[in-house]
């Protein structure tokens, strides 16, 4: 009895509270250290604390500014100045957002064993602003080889310098040297461009590109590139239907009996008069005729054109990537071809080169300074192959920048909101938004920047132009073997070639080159209906 009396007498009080004391301590402490890490981050976060936010090593830096907008190309531009700057802001993007961080640190280098090696060819006059989003977009579907044909302000030591430093990027200048070497190429003693020849602006330009991408060819097989494409900086491949959003996936999948691949164009159709970078800005498009059906082009083409003289304002006839073989020749700036057989082609059915014309009301008058015809309608027969051209350059050689204003938003904007559903309905209009998505992501990682950044700090002015005239010699000397004599005006001597891309065969007739032409139109349909 003495020791089940003991067990059940109560505990000393004591004891109890200990125990409850202890439990108390452990609930305190668990409560509060939590609490602690919490307010100890925090404070880390607001006095910078040394925490190295991966986000931060990529923004730009702001010490430098986009080239030619100060008279020094290396001055420096604070947050003020580049709100009064859209094309230093929009190019070097400005930008608190951390879309497609890893883009910073790419470095755009393709291996050599990277198939198929796909090349781009273009001439053009552009700035940085336009010519870095063209170029790293189209490095970011697979291409790997850019030839620039530059003049203008592309020529420019600021810009060039810039394109020079840029890996698979091969700039050759307009030089004297440059016009006497495609003065004695093939073509001119060829019946195919000869109804091109010795015409001002759209013509002149037309003959340029075609020797351009003559000596493209050649510079392509140097490189072991397998797809040669030319394409204006004012275009951008859009490689839908492929297993990925890839060119390189696109072309892989091409039967190896074909030679030539043609994407049909679309064409931007701008919904703002204002519009200052059509690539981040534009994600309406025109179909192709090639991607509709007849009765949806036909039913709905006057609603379509909007009293323009065609269904595009410009050509529509696409432009095309070619293989990399023996013979080849360009065949205009829309086509290739080659001297001893007629190319295997196929028209792809999804994707589509999106042509931005007209997308700022500027190019209105840049086209216009580009050409010296007189604006009546007889000398721009001479001047433009197209009729929206013809009638664009008469505007804006005419009119007040009121009424050339007002002409745009007549036949260029698209304000009328009920007709664009509609149109996006029959699926004439359509809505495109992953270049743009991929070059806004490329802008707002610093990759422009980074670019022109590295490239100031590379030469001194004196050093480069004398860099500029020494690699261009070079260059064109060793291009300039490629092709057989002839001088504009007059007969030379032809010169033995020791390349076979472009190897002198034995005449044959040949297909006349291919000039930009507009889709079909109304009249067209009736004349196949009436046959």
């Given amino acids: 009895m003495a020791g089940l009396h003991t067990a059940l007498r109560p505990q000393p009080p004591s004891s109890a509270a200990n125990n409850h004391s202890f439990i108390a301590k452990l609930l305190l402490l668990l409560t509060l250290l939590p609490l602690s890490l919490a307010l100890f981050a925090f404070f880390l976060q607001w006095r910078g604390g040394g925490v190295d936010d991966p986000i931060s090593r990529w923004s730009l830096d702001e010490s430098h500014k986009f080239p030619g907008m100060d008279s020094s190309p290396l001055a420096t531009v604070g947050h003020s100045s580049s709100l009064h700057s859209s094309d230093c802001s929009m190019l070097l993007g400005h930008s608190n957002t951390a879309s497609f ?59 060039a310098k810039v394109l020079e430093s840029i890996p698979g990027v091969k700039v050759i200048y307009r030089t004297k040297e440059l016009e006497e070497q495609q003065a004695r190429s093939r073509i001119w003693n060829e019946t195919w461009l000869s109804s091109f020849f010795y015409k001002p602006c759209n013509y002149e330009l037309f003959v340029k590109q075609s020797l351009n991408m003559e000596m493209a060819i050649v510079m392509a097989r140097d490189a072991g590139a397998d797809w040669i494409i030319h394409l204006d900086t004012d275009e951008l491949l859009h490689p839908a239907g492929a297993r990925e959003y890839s060119l390189r996936q696109l072309l892989l999948d091409v039967p190896g009996n074909v030679n030539m691949v043609i994407f049909p164009n679309y064409e931007s159709s701008v919904e703002r008069d204002d519009i200052k970078e059509p690539f981040t800005e534009v994600s309406m498009f025109k179909k192709n005729y090639d991607h509709l059906t007849k009765d949806t082009y036909f039913g709905m083409y006057k609603e379509s054109t909007r009293g323009n003289p065609n269904y595009f304002l410009t050509y529509g006839n696409g432009k095309s990537a070619a293989r990399v073989q023996d013979h080849l020749r360009p065949n205009g700036a829309h086509r290739w071809h080659n001297y001893m057989k007629t190319p295997n082609e196929i028209k792809l059915e999804e994707a589509a080169v999106l042509h931005y014309t007209y997308s700022k009301f500027s190019d209105l008058t840049s086209r216009r300074d580009r050409c010296g015809c007189k604006p009546t309608k007889e000398d721009v027969k001479r001047c433009f192959m197209l009729e929206f051209d013809r009638a664009a350059f008469i505007i804006a050689s005419t009119a007040t920048e009121e009424e050339m204003l007002n002409w745009y938003r007549e036949h260029v904007v698209w304000t009328d909101r009920t007709l664009n559903l509609k149109l996006l309905r029959k699926s004439i209009l359509t809505r495109i938004y992953a270049p743009m998505t991929i070059i806004q992501g490329l802008r707002e990682s610093g990759v422009f920047g980074a670019v022109i950044a590295s490239a100031q700090g590379s030469l001194s002015k004196d050093k480069f132009l004398a860099s500029v005239a020494t690699n261009n010699s070079s260059r064109m000397t060793s291009a300039s073997e490629s092709f057989t004599s002839r001088k504009i005006g007059r007969n030379i001597e032809s010169q033995s070639t020791a390349r076979t891309t472009l190897e002198i065969i034995p005449f044959a007739p040949h297909e006349p080159a291919v000039p930009p032409l507009s889709p079909p139109t109304i009249q067209d349909d009736d004349l196949t209906n009436e046959a």
């Fill in 101 to 159: 961080p890893y883009f910073r640190d790419w470095k755009f280098k393709f291996e050599s064993d990277l198939k198929p090696k796909i090349c781009i060819t273009t001439s053009t006059a552009a700035g940085l602003e336009q010519i870095l989003p063209w170029m790293f977009y189209h490095k970011v579907v697979g291409v790997s080889t850019f030839f620039l044909f530059v003049e203008g302000k592309a020529a420019s030591p600021a810009v």
